[in-house]
């Protein structure tokens, strides 16, 4: 039976979001149904439909106590809400519903493993966080705590391991049907780390082992990983928080970590080979990802960043949202990333120049819009003198625009949205170096949709991806160059 606390999510959800005005929300983008979004929750499919839970908290566009938001989808581009899947209503989740996964058990029911949180006064008039392992089983709209919950708690693991930084369990199903998970932790001395756990039947759990360690090298505490294997390698994805920059990478300070290895079966022992950003540009957290039934392995993050919550438009009634699911591969040791192919049904009113010649800032006619996919190449259009930089603007006006710009000398990429219109000082642009460049060659593939820009460099070695929240009639494009550019584009509209 469902709690009074989640009924009042559910009603108070269901008649709000009709207040919203629809225009100024993203068109292909899972965004909150009201109020609060962060962290991709239970991403997973399940009766023939892509589940997408998140963290939630419908009652203002704020961080407030954690509720689980439910939505489904059969493209994964166009999304249906359904109820409130949880809310923090038992004695070890009062505070909240931490982030977590799922998964379709043996018979039928669809398994979600999440974060309870209780906050308890310590005797110098602090708080402290106390976080344990929970499961809810559900038929895919309506969830049911499990009596014994928690199922992990600081019993279950060494003694200098934190209880306050335990949470965002990975839950995955081995191919001899037991269950493994791995969860966010921190020790002691602050290092981050990865704990594994093992079961026969996904409800009663024992530790195992720890799976991966920072060893000071990536941030302090790690939180939301995700494990699985993809083209012959292994991947780890996790989210540390205060990173420090690594030359082009880390910039973020919570930022992204993807680690590629070989993985041992029998030992269950991860090997790192090689370490990357995930995202690049300013907003992009806490991923997850999915096999689709075609084989294809598919992510989503949050399309935001802790440094700028709460600086976008004022006065509307939802923040945040996720990011394009986009499929990834791994080439030359490297993480590729590229927009879903569903995408591509989107796609109306081709438009295409090839040719241009970009000596300082040029309109083409039919180029405009703010959900737009956009297949851009550059080259020097003069080989002995290579040009400076090139620009691309968007959501433009006489008052506003962002822009991505390439410096070939230098191969920096940097995205910038201090023109966006966004009311404080905030954190306005990063930068990268692009790995995959020569001589000033350079493609993009941008793909805009009303409130954010996701640019995917040359097939999509690197992404840089942004929030902006401008007003909708900012509409234009343009392309400007110090020196000689010549760049071929094909322009779509997405709908």
């Given at each position: 039976?469902?709690?009074?606390?989640?009924?009042?999510?559910?009603?108070?959800?269901?008649?709000?979001?009709?207040?919203?005005?629809?225009?100024?929300?993203?068109?292909?983008?899972?965004?909150?149904?009201?109020?609060?979004?962060n962290d991709p929750n239970g991403f997973s499919i399940y009766k023939g439909r892509y589940h997408m839970f998140y963290q939630y908290y419908p009652y203002q566009p704020v961080w407030g106590p954690m509720h689980w938001g439910h939505a489904v989808?059969?493209?994964?581009?166009?999304?249906?809400?359904?109820?409130?899947?949880?809310?923090?209503?038992?004695?070890?989740?009062?505070?909240?519903?931490?982030?977590?996964?799922?998964?379709?058990?043996?018979?039928?029911?669809?398994?979600?493993?999440?974060?309870?949180?209780?906050?308890?006064?310590?005797?110098?008039?602090?708080?402290?966080?106390?976080?344990?392992?929970?499961?809810?089983?559900?038929?895919?709209?309506?969830?049911?705590?499990?009596?014994?919950?928690?199922?992990?708690?600081?019993?279950?693991?060494?003694?200098?391991?934190?209880?306050?930084?335990?949470?965002?369990?990975?839950?995955?199903?081995?191919?001899?049907?037991?269950?493994?998970?791995?969860?966010?932790?921190?020790?002691?001395?602050?290092?981050?780390?990865?704990?594994?756990?093992?079961?026969?039947?996904?409800?009663?759990?024992?530790?195992?082992?720890?799976?991966?360690?920072?060893?000071?090298?990536?941030?302090?505490?790690?939180?939301?990983?995700?494990?699985?294997?993809l083209d012959g390698k292994h991947v780890i994805l996790t989210s540390p928080q205060d990173m420090f920059p690594k030359g082009f990478e880390y910039h973020n300070g919570n930022g992204t970590l993807c680690l590629i290895g070989s993985y041992d079966?029998?030992?269950?022992?991860?090997?790192?080979?090689?370490?990357?950003?995930?995202?690049?540009?300013?907003?992009?957290?806490?991923?997850?990802?999915?096999?689709?039934?075609?084989?294809?392995?598919?992510?989503?993050?949050?399309?935001?960043?802790?440094?700028?919550?709460?600086?976008?438009?004022?006065?509307?009634?939802?923040?945040?949202?996720?990011?394009?699911?986009?499929?990834?591969?791994?080439?030359?040791?490297?993480?590729?990333?590229?927009?879903?192919?569903?995408?591509?049904?989107?796609?109306?009113?081709?438009?295409?120049?090839?040719?241009?010649?970009?000596?300082?800032?040029?309109?083409?006619?039919?180029?405009?819009?703010?959900?737009?996919?956009?297949?851009?190449?550059?080259?020097?259009?003069?080989?002995?003198?290579?040009?400076?930089?090139?620009?691309?603007?968007?959501?433009?006006?006489?008052?506003?625009?962002?822009?991505?710009?390439?410096?070939?000398?230098?191969?920096?990429?940097?995205?910038?949205?201090?023109?966006?219109?966004?009311?404080?000082?905030?954190?306005?642009?990063?930068?990268?170096?692009?790995?995959?460049?020569?001589?000033?060659?350079?493609?993009?593939?941008?793909?805009?949709?009303?409130?954010?820009?996701?640019?995917?460099?040359?097939?999509?070695?690197?992404?840089?991806?942004?929030?902006?929240?401008?007003?909708?009639?900012?509409?234009?494009?343009?392309?400007?160059?110090?020196?000689?550019?010549?760049?071929?584009?094909?322009?779509?509209?997405?709908?």
């Amino acid at each position: 039976m469902n709690s009074q606390t989640l009924r009042e999510a559910r009603r108070f959800e269901e008649a709000t979001e009709k207040t919203l005005n629809q225009s100024e929300r993203p068109a292909f983008h899972l965004a909150a149904r009201i109020g609060w979004m962060n962290d991709p929750n239970g991403f997973s499919i399940y009766k023939g439909r892509y589940h997408m839970f998140y963290q939630y908290y419908p009652y203002q566009p704020v961080w407030g106590p954690m509720h689980w938001g439910h939505a489904v989808s059969k493209d994964l581009l166009h999304w249906e809400y359904l109820p409130t899947a949880m809310a923090p209503d038992s004695p070890y989740d009062r505070d909240g519903c931490f982030s977590g996964s799922a998964l379709e058990l043996p018979d039928g029911k669809q398994l979600l493993m999440y974060t309870g949180v209780l906050a308890l006064p310590t005797a110098n008039g602090g708080i402290q966080e106390i976080q344990t392992q929970c499961l809810a089983v559900g038929d895919g709209v309506d969830y049911v705590k499990y009596e014994k919950n928690p199922v992990i708690t600081a019993e279950d693991f060494p003694a200098d391991f934190s209880r306050n930084d335990f949470r965002d369990p990975k839950i995955w199903r081995k191919e001899d049907g037991t269950y493994r998970c791995i969860v966010a932790n921190r020790h002691k001395e602050e290092e981050g780390q990865l704990l594994l756990f093992e079961s026969q039947d996904a409800f009663s759990w024992k530790f195992k082992k720890i799976f991966a360690e920072n060893h000071n090298r990536y941030g302090k505490m790690w939180e939301c990983p995700d494990f699985f294997a993809l083209d012959g390698k292994h991947v780890i994805l996790t989210s540390p928080q205060d990173m420090f920059p690594k030359g082009f990478e880390y910039h973020n300070g919570n930022g992204t970590l993807c680690l590629i290895g070989s993985y041992d079966d029998e030992t269950e022992s991860f090997t790192e080979e090689a370490d990357q950003a995930i995202d690049y540009g300013i907003d992009f957290y806490a991923p997850q990802t999915i096999l689709t039934e075609d084989g294809r392995r598919v992510m989503i993050g949050w399309l935001q960043n802790w440094d700028t919550i709460n600086h976008g438009k004022q006065n509307i009634k939802w923040f945040g949202q996720m990011s394009l699911p986009r499929e990834l591969s791994i080439r030359n040791g490297r993480l590729y990333q590229w927009p879903i192919r569903e995408l591509e049904t989107l796609r109306h009113d081709r438009i295409e120049y090839q040719n241009v010649k970009i000596i300082d800032k040029v309109i083409l006619s039919g180029v405009e819009g703010r959900r737009v996919d956009m297949e851009i190449t550059v080259r020097p259009g003069n080989q002995e003198k290579i040009y400076r930089k090139f620009d691309v603007c968007f959501a433009e006006n006489e008052l506003y625009h962002s822009q991505v710009s390439f410096r070939p000398y230098d191969h920096i990429m940097r995205i910038d949205r201090k023109f966006s219109g966004s009311l404080r000082a905030i954190i306005h642009q990063r930068r990268c170096k692009v790995i995959d460049s020569d001589r000033g060659e350079l493609k993009m593939r941008v793909v805009l949709d009303n409130t954010s820009v996701e640019v995917f460099i040359n097939d999509g070695i690197q992404v840089m991806s942004a929030t902006i929240h401008t007003d909708m009639n900012a509409q234009g494009i343009s392309f400007y160059a110090d020196g000689e550019v010549e760049m071929d584009i094909v322009k779509y509209t997405l709908d």
